[in-house]
């Protein structure tokens, strides 16, 4: 990485709005589409987007929370968090999807 990528990154991550946003969305006040999309819009004011987070498969990150956890990278209190975290993500985007296809028949 060269020196200006990372003096861009420092300051993102110095950025009190990068540590607002992902309090906001770890406490439950902001959707997982809201925080991927705040956070790459934050990402392209330092002009390191290809570092902006891309969204995850919800169920890979599940997968990903069991393997932390059978392999002890994990404790229970941290997975129990990440799983209650990951599983309202499953549910904003499945309310998300449908509404944008209800939006789609009713036009």
Do not use: C, W
Request: hydrophobic share 30%; net charge negative.
């Amino acid at each position: 990485m060269n020196k200006v990528t990372e003096e861009a990154l420092d300051k993102l991550f110095d950025d009190k709005n990068f540590t607002e946003i992902s309090k906001s969305y770890h406490a439950y006040e902001i959707t997982y589409i809201e925080y991927l999309s705040r956070m790459t819009e934050l990402y392209a004011k330092y002009g390191v987007e290809q570092f902006a987070p891309k969204g995850q498969g919800q169920y890979s990150i599940i997968k990903i929370l069991n393997r932390q956890l059978a392999g002890k990278e994990i404790t229970e209190a941290d997975y129990d968090m990440f799983l209650k975290r990951t599983l309202k993500d499953i549910e904003e985007e499945s309310y998300y999807k449908a509404q944008q296809e209800l939006s789609k028949t009713n036009t």
